[in-house]
């Protein structure tokens, strides 16, 4: 659902990975548990004074809303 949901409001095509340094997926994946993260990306990540500009926010509101379409509704 959520790959459906970028791919229909972002355009983008996501990426399978439990790699990178921030991901707990790393960890949990092992279990034979479904992982799921989806956020934002900007070059403040995990820095000081971290931040999302509000412009960001919009689309993934969209993405959201798509994913509980999806899975609730069927669609």
């Known amino acids: ?3 459906t949901a970028v791919r ?3 355009g983008i095509e996501c990426r399978l ?3 990178g340094g921030t991901s707990d997926g790393r ?3 092992p ?3 479904q992982v ?3 956020g934002p990306l900007n070059a403040t990540i995990h820095k000081v004074n971290e931040s999302v500009p509000v412009a960001c926010l919009t ?3 969209r993405v959201y809303q798509g994913v509980i379409e999806r ?3 069927g669609r």
């Open 1 to 3: 659902a959520l790959q």
């Open 17 to 19: 990975s439990t790699a």
């Open 71 to 73: 899975l609730l509704l």
């Open 8 to 10: 229909s409001e972002c």
């Open 59 to 61: 689309p993934m509101v």
């Open 27 to 29: 960890f949990i994946a």
């Open 36 to 38: 799921v993260e989806f």
């Open 31 to 33: 279990t034979g548990s």
